[in-house]
């Protein structure tokens, strides 16, 4: 049993591999060889992981070069990405970066935390060029590869058409992010949307790189939809952050049934709807914040002191404080320092490691208060 990776059959000859940041990855196994789409973050020896699972050569793909798909390229030394995303890789392969991802959402109390070494460091690799048709022969079973250009320049997907399963990775889903630098235009991601719906005869399910279940294939005529209400200017388009960045969110969507937790000081009107609240019946609040869903002790208070110098990050930590402890200070070099008296706390580190490089953090200390 590993301590970094969790698998399970999805199919005879199909195992899904997840890391430790929620990210998920395929190994598929012909008769003669075997295709590893993504290659999570690299944090623990996947490869090593992955010679359990199977006996036969494997080939690594990539659908896109980012930090929480691409990290194993290091480990196995040579992959098959777009070439569209090579420089991408290597931008994503920076070790804070990956173990920041790994890091920087909560963690269940006791769950195994990864330390920085367990990183696979960052080398050369032997990129191989994937486009558009290219089919991959492991005996028995092909595997087609399709670009779909929108969340990466050279995001990729893969079919599998003899069990009418696309493998995605970030390409299409409830949450296709193309606000990022490395992202396309809407309507280049639209194009691929066009692209890619010329194979939904082929297709019943994705499965993606993240979430355990499949989604229905229909779910590209919805982003179609969405795609052409965005360039009307007709859809719900509202601001949220996500992962340090400003986003604008092109759709609300209703009949959620988790649960989630609201920013207060985000909220600028509220009204009283006339239908009741469904309040679960065995949810008790003191019970859920006891069981550290909202945070994950690593021990006491402790006096945070954290300098950066990037401004965003200061705007950010203005606007939604840790507490209200927090203060900052202007630094004489153009820097700022940051205090709070806070829980020391998993979240915290990972919180620290996530923004390390973005924030510009060039010192961090915890002083524990008795």
């Known amino acids: 049993m590993s301590k970094f990776f969790t698998s399970r059959k999805i199919f005879d000859n199909v195992t899904q591999i997840g890391g430790l940041g929620g990210e998920l990855c395929y190994l598929i196994e012909g008769s003669e060889k075997a295709l590893l789409i993504d290659g999570l973050t690299g944090v623990g020896s996947l490869k090593a992981f992955v010679r359990e699972c199977t006996d036969l050569p494997v080939t690594l793909v990539l659908t896109h070069g980012h930090v929480d798909h691409a990290g194993a390229s290091f480990e196995y030394g040579e992959c098959y990405v777009n070439p569209a995303d090579v420089a991408l890789l290597y931008e994503h392969g920076d070790i804070d970066k990956r173990y920041g991802f790994v890091m920087g959402g909560g963690k269940p109390e006791g769950a195994f935390l990864p330390k920085k070494e367990d990183v696979v460091p960052p080398c050369a690799v032997k990129t191989l060029p994937v486009q558009d048709g290219d089919v991959f022969d492991l005996g028995g079973v092909q595997i087609e590869a399709i670009a779909v250009p929108g969340h990466t320049v050279g995001t990729m997907v893969y079919l599998d058409r003899a069990r009418r399963v696309l493998y995605s990775g970030d390409a299409c889903n409830a949450n296709t992010l193309l606000g990022l630098p490395c992202s396309t235009t809407v309507e280049t991601y639209a194009k691929s949307l066009d692209h890619l719906a010329t194979y939904l005869k082929d297709i019943d399910k994705f499965y993606g790189g993240h979430g355990?279940?499949?989604?229905?294939?229909?779910?590209?005529?919805?982003?179609?939809?969405?795609?052409?209400?965005?360039?009307?200017?007709d859809d719900d388009r509202f601001e949220t952050e996500f992962l340090g960045r400003k986003f604008l969110y092109a759709r609300k969507f209703d009949g959620y049934d988790d649960i989630r937790h609201l920013a207060l000081h985000r909220i600028k009107t509220a009204e009283v709807l006339d239908f009741a609240a469904d309040r679960p019946h065995d949810f008790r609040l003191q019970e859920y914040i006891a069981q550290r869903h909202v945070n994950y002790s690593n021990g006491g208070k402790v006096h945070f002191i954290v300098e950066f110098t990037n401004p965003v990050t200061k705007t950010i930590l203005e606007e939604t404080p840790f507490n209200r402890t927090q203060t900052i200070e202007s630094l004489p070099d153009g820097a700022w320092r940051l205090e709070a008296i806070m829980d020391d706390t998993v979240l915290l580190d990972g919180w620290v490691a996530a923004w390390k490089t973005t924030a510009g953090i060039r010192r961090v200390e915890k002083k524990p208060i008795k």
Do not use: K, N
């Not at 355990?212 to 200017?233: F, G």
């Open 212 to 233: 355990l279940q499949a989604v229905p294939a229909y779910i590209v005529d919805e982003a179609m939809i969405l795609c052409e209400e965005i360039l009307s200017d």
